[in-house]
């Protein structure tokens, strides 16, 4: 019998660029798919491929992705015969796999008892260490008091790193330097974990120096089957959330492969697992990868983000393996027959700023176009005219290059991402290729502090104007602003008024040099526009365009208002309004603490009449299960507090006012 004869249809327990990549495949194997989907994903991408869809209630995650009840109602309704969840959401969650199980709906996973077994760090870490495999040292017991752990770090030796016990992708993760700091990051990682998890259990262990992210793809079977598909790299993460993986990773040996996938399938073996799995470690990077210097981290018991390297390299498509598993046949082949092809590397597109502390971003994809060439793959859920919304994780896309070495994979990685183009949020796109080139990341030793340590060099810091970009935006405004016949700027602004008012009008005067006042993302720039004899030409008071050698995009929002691409980053530009001036920004000196992003206010630490010093804690806002702190710009008195803790706020939205210090 096929797949599709034991498992006729699929419900997809998730959202997204995930629920549309297990879609493609389900089809494919010629499963009847199901979607579910919340009221902030009714016109989604993946809503549109399945061949049914299913409201699931609003767009908080808890009232609709990780509401169990809801999802088997809908299975039972749609009759699924099994259940894919993704990654994220209710995938390691052992309660909902047993649900299906009762509900006499297969789960495309590990069994319940497997995912409890490796779903919280401390019992995982118990639990290998039984069958010597090595842990990082640090305290992995149930006791949660701040004066014990506080002590079990001081006994540890700074620094040291708090997780969550059950968090992933980041999430509940804070690395602490110094004694002082541990408490608020402990309350800080108590709740995240507690946000995104439901558990706000913490574990406290040593920060291995020059670390190396690397883990395992592991595949189980009912019948006692169990490989590895060799190795993939993180290594390059920021705020512990893997920004570009690759397989195989850079400088392993056949020593350390073997020594590394023999404990990872021991740890799969430990606790029956079946299925897609993965085993994270961290190595001590300083001497290279070496076999005795590898600690177990956790197990991760479902299908990873970072899968397609995986699938580039072994040729093997691991939604299928998923699916054959769970359709109770064997694997089909061995570890001897698992072999590697060249290199592969996976680029996450986010829509956040590295040049705002990659705070997310949220908003309508006026433009979205994705490369295609040889060897470079993209999965996405989105499509242009979609929103990114503040519910769910801000990923775009992600852009998978192949080659048959790392160096032609990286070129290959570069070369897509810069002819990629979204408009619309603020995205990691610029700062993606300059990682892809970074030499050293491609030459020299790195670690998982790479990104921390070069952030200047990889524009993860503002920037200056983008005066090319301005240039072309202009250009085009005065375009549209001559076909709608709107009238020049005055003279007093502009030096002179232009004799062009209409479109085509007569003029018996020279065309005139114009002024053209515009708002760049939100800051005023005066343009100066001159006519040769060979075109139009941009000059911006106190900055040099450089031409160079690329192109700039335009993308149009609505009428007025253009997204100029360039070299990866967006500038937004429009004709100035002096109407739409922010009258809060304007009164200076940072005076007005605004939230970077649509989210949710968590905490406020102030009180009106408060004295303040630069750099203290005043709020904390919550977007995409992470936390954002806000600080005091400068030293003054607390005037004002907009907003309550719990309540949501936009993006922009006035939070804490300070006046001088000494007043009220």
């Known amino acids: 019998m096929t797949i599709a004869e034991k498992l006729p249809s699929i419900l997809i327990a998730n959202r997204g660029e995930i629920a549309c990549r297990v879609i493609r495949t389900a089809r494919r194997l010629g499963l009847r798919t199901i979607a579910v989907y919340s009221d902030a994903d009714e016109d989604a991408l993946f809503v549109e491929m399945a061949d049914e869809a299913y409201r699931i209630g609003p767009a908080p995650a808890r009232e609709s992705y990780l509401d169990a009840e809801k999802i088997l109602a809908v299975a039972r309704q749609a009759n699924a015969a099994c259940i894919h969840p993704g990654y994220g959401f209710l995938s390691e969650n052992a309660d909902f796999a047993d649900a299906c199980t009762a509900a006499g709906i297969v ?3 590990p069994p319940a008892s497997a995912i409890r077994a490796m779903g919280l760090k401390d019992a995982a870490k118990a639990l290998v260490e039984k069958a010597k495999v090595p842990v990082v040292p640090g305290y992995h017991g149930a006791e949660q008091d701040l004066g014990f752990l506080a002590g079990q770090a001081d006994g540890i030796g700074y620094p040291v790193l708090i997780k969550a016990v059950a968090g992933g992708g980041g999430k509940g993760m804070k690395k602490v330097d110094r004694p002082e700091d541990f408490a608020d990051a402990l309350s800080s990682a108590q709740r995240e974990g507690k946000s995104a998890f439901g558990d706000a259990r913490v574990l406290v262990e040593k920060y291995v120096l020059s670390p190396r992210h690397v883990e395992i793809q592991v595949f189980g079977d009912s019948h006692g089957n169990v490989v590895h598909l060799y190795e993939r790299d993180c290594s390059l993460q920021r705020r512990h959330q893997k920004v570009i993986e690759e397989a195989p990773a850079p400088g392993m040996s056949a020593e350390v492969r073997a020594a590394m996938g023999k404990a990872a399938t021991e740890a799969a073996r430990a606790v029956g697992y079946v299925g897609a799995g993965t085993v994270e470690f961290i190595a001590d990077g300083r001497e290279g990868l070496k076999a005795d210097r590898f600690y177990f981290m956790e197990m991760n018991t479902r299908l990873q983000v970072e899968h397609p390297v995986t699938e580039a390299i072994t040729g093997l498509d691991l939604v299928e393996l998923q699916l054959k598993v769970a359709a109770g046949e064997p694997l089909g082949f061995a570890q001897a027959d698992v072999q590697a092809n060249g290199h592969a590397v996976e680029a996450r597109l986010y829509a956040e700023d590295p040049e705002k502390g990659f705070l997310p971003s949220t908003g309508k994809l006026w433009a979205l176009q994705f490369p295609e060439g040889e060897g470079i793959r993209v999965d996405t859920g989105v499509e242009a005219g979609d929103t990114v919304t503040p519910f769910y994780d801000p990923m775009i896309a992600k852009v998978i290059a192949h080659g048959a070495n790392r160096n032609e994979a990286l070129d290959r990685l570069a070369e897509a991402l810069g002819e990629t183009i979204v408009a619309g ?14 030499e050293g990341f491609r030459h020299g030793p790195f670690d998982t502090g ?5 952030l200047d060099a990889l524009g993860a810091v503002p920037q200056p104007l983008d005066a090319a970009a301005v240039a072309a935006a202009a250009l085009q405004l005065e375009e549209q602003r001559q076909e709608a016949g709107l009238v020049a700027a005055t003279a007093h602004e502009v030096g002179a008024l232009s004799p062009w008012v209409v479109p085509d009008a007569f003029s018996l ?13 939100g800051e005023r720039i005066d343009a100066r526009i001159e006519w040769h004899d060979e075109g139009a030409r941009v000059s911006l008071p106190g900055h040099e365009i450089d031409e160079g050698e690329h192109e700039v995009t335009l993308a149009q929002a609505e009428r007025g208002v253009w997204f100029a691409l360039h070299r990866g980053r967006q500038t937004t530009v429009s004709l100035y309004d002096p109407f739409a001036v922010d009258l809060d920004a304007a009164a200076g000196s940072g005076g007005v603490i605004k939230a970077p992003m649509h989210g949710k206010l968590i905490a406020l630490f102030v009180q009106p009449g408060e004295l303040v010093t630069k750099g203290q804690r005043l709020a904390i806002v919550e977007a995409m299960k992470m936390e954002h702190v806000l600080t005091a710009p400068r030293d003054g008195t607390v005037t004002e507090v907009a907003g309550q803790p719990g309540a949501q706020v936009a993006e922009g939205a006035k939070v804490v006012v300070l006046g001088e210090a000494g007043s009220n």
């Not at 949020?425 to 970074?438: D, G, I, S, V, W």
């Not at 790479?450 to 070069?454: E, S, Y």
Request: aromatic share 8%.
């Open 425 to 438: 949020p603020r995205t990691n796109l610029a700062f993606l290729k300059h990682l892809a080139e970074a």
């Open 509 to 521: 005067m020279p065309r005139l040099p114009l002024g053209l006042p515009l708002s760049v993302d």
């Open 450 to 454: 790479f990104i921390d340590r070069n």
């Open 107 to 109: 789960f495309v996973g």
